[in-house]
């Protein structure tokens, strides 16, 4: 079955660094991959979106990787705040109509 | 514009009850879909909608049924809770369908339900 995994432990780092969040997924052949935020008490809100053929995409300070033969996606926060302390969730589309997502790795950027 | 609301925002209910949870979109989207969160399980897809008057199962139906009488509006229904339904609930939004890749999802704030 179709698998997504992101890892369950917080990652924590300081402020200035560059935080590195993984999604592994198994058993699939995704035509792109999205990230979303969700801050506590609150719904995720869409990050970035990379498709099959697109290596590498920018905005502002986050980058996300799409390596379709690792089947592994890298999300980076370059010259991290405290103001990116949220939960980060990869998900990829699932048939035609909807997207699964993964559990969502917290991060916690520490002044 | 408001984006996805969700109403109400937290509810407390006893087992065997039954609730209406409102979701409303003002962005003209066709897909709309209801998840609940729980602690270590992620979000998970109970049912959606690809347009007015249309509703699909998701990963964990039972126990819930969903009308799409207004294109607006994604309704969520618990016939009769049990405290196994304690969880978030999220209601989301898109424009298309996820197949064609650009269909980023809009969730709304939530709904907290505790089930006795």
């Known amino acids: 079955s179709q698998k997504i995994e992101q890892n369950s432990e917080a990652l924590n780092i300081q402020e200035g660094k560059t935080a590195t969040l993984t999604c592994n997924y198994t058993?699939?052949?995704?035509?792109?991959l999205q990230w979303y935020r969700q801050d506590p008490g609150r719904g995720p809100v869409f990050l970035l979106l990379?498709?099959?053929?697109?290596k590498e995409k920018r905005k502002e300070r986050l980058k996300v990787t799409f390596d379709t033969t690792l089947k592994q996606s890298l999300f980076h926060i370059t010259a991290s705040q405290p103001a990116d302390s949220a939960t980060y969730l990869c998900a990829l589309p699932r048939g035609y109509s909807t997207l699964t997502f993964g559990k969502g790795t917290m991060l916690l950027v520490s002044p | 514009n408001a984006g996805v609301t969700q109403t109400p925002k937290f509810r407390v209910l006893k087992t065997g009850q039954s609730m209406t949870l409102l979701c409303a979109q003002d962005?003209?989207?066709?897909?709309m879909y209801w998840y609940r969160q729980d602690p270590g399980m992620g979000l998970r897809l109970i049912h959606y909608?690809?347009?007015?008057?249309?509703?699909a199962k998701g990963e964990v139906p039972d126990g819930y049924n969903v009308s799409r009488l207004k294109k607006q509006n994604f309704l969520l229904g618990l016939e009769s809770a049990a405290p196994s339904q304690t969880s978030v609930y999220f209601c989301a939004s898109s424009y298309g369908p996820s197949a064609r890749g650009y269909n980023e999802q809009f969730f709304g704030p939530g709904t907290r339900l505790t089930v006795l």
């Open positions: 990379i498709r099959e053929n697109e």
């Open positions: 058993n699939y052949s995704p035509a792109y």
């Open positions: 962005m003209n989207h066709e897909y």
């Open positions: 909608s690809v347009g007015e008057g249309t509703t």
